[in-house]
């Protein structure tokens, strides 16, 4: 009963590690994509997925930076698969004159087909998205302030077809969908000409 016991508590410490894990990219070589993750864009132009060093890391000393020019630049990390759960990121906005986005994304199935919350510095709101065959269609927006060269927290809790996205701690936006109801990969995602900063990338199940 005692061997039985130990295993027991074993599995549930695996489960609850389960639950909730953190990317942090400071175990990662700089100066080139993060190990584990896929690097891509939705539409056209060239992404530039990089883990780099960088002073004002939320968790020193690396953050995941997208400075290269797309439609729609997009990593996702290869070993998910969520269909209830959350995502979250910390955003640092840096450059940009189209756009100064940051975002994440969940229920990915491919680079084409995914559900997407962004915040950008150059509108102050934060907003909701379907990307279907990649054509990228806004289903609700929230105005709300976000500032350049800044840290900010983004996360969307996804449960069924209930969407809740909360910026900096404060809830933006409530939605309900059933377009992609199938467990799909989380990400993170910025847009155009958009120099941006991730770190601590978090997600679990629920």
């Known amino acids: ?51 780099e060093k960088d002073d004002t890391a939320r968790s020193k ?20 698969n969520l269909k209830d759960g959350f995502v979250e990121v910390k955003f640092k906005p840096v450059s940009g004159k189209e756009d100064q986005a940051g975002g994440v994304v969940w229920r990915l199935k491919d680079a084409n087909n995914y559900y997407v919350a962004r915040a950008n510095a150059l509108e102050d709101n934060v907003t909701i998205y379907d990307t279907i065959n990649g054509k990228r269609t806004e289903r609700k927006r929230a105005t709300m302030k976000v500032s350049t060269n800044t840290w900010h927290t983004l996360r969307v809790d996804f449960q069924g077809g209930h969407f809740t996205v909360t910026f900096d701690g404060k809830k933006a936006i409530e939605w309900d969908d059933e377009k992609f109801k199938e467990a799909g990969k989380v990400g ?19």
């Open 1 to 51: 009963m005692k061997a039985f016991g130990t295993m027991v508590l074993m599995s549930m410490g695996l489960a609850a590690t389960s639950q909730a894990q953190t990317v942090n990219f400071d175990n990662a070589p700089a100066g080139q994509p993060p190990a584990g993750w896929t690097g891509t864009r939705t539409g056209s132009g060239n992404a530039k997925w990089t883990v």
């Open 61 to 80: 000393p690396n953050v995941l930076k997208q400075s290269g020019v797309a439609t729609y630049p997009i990593a996702f990390k290869d070993d998910t």
């Open 188 to 206: 993170v995602w910025t847009k155009a000409d958009s120099v941006t900063l991730f770190d601590d990338f978090s997600y679990g199940n629920k």
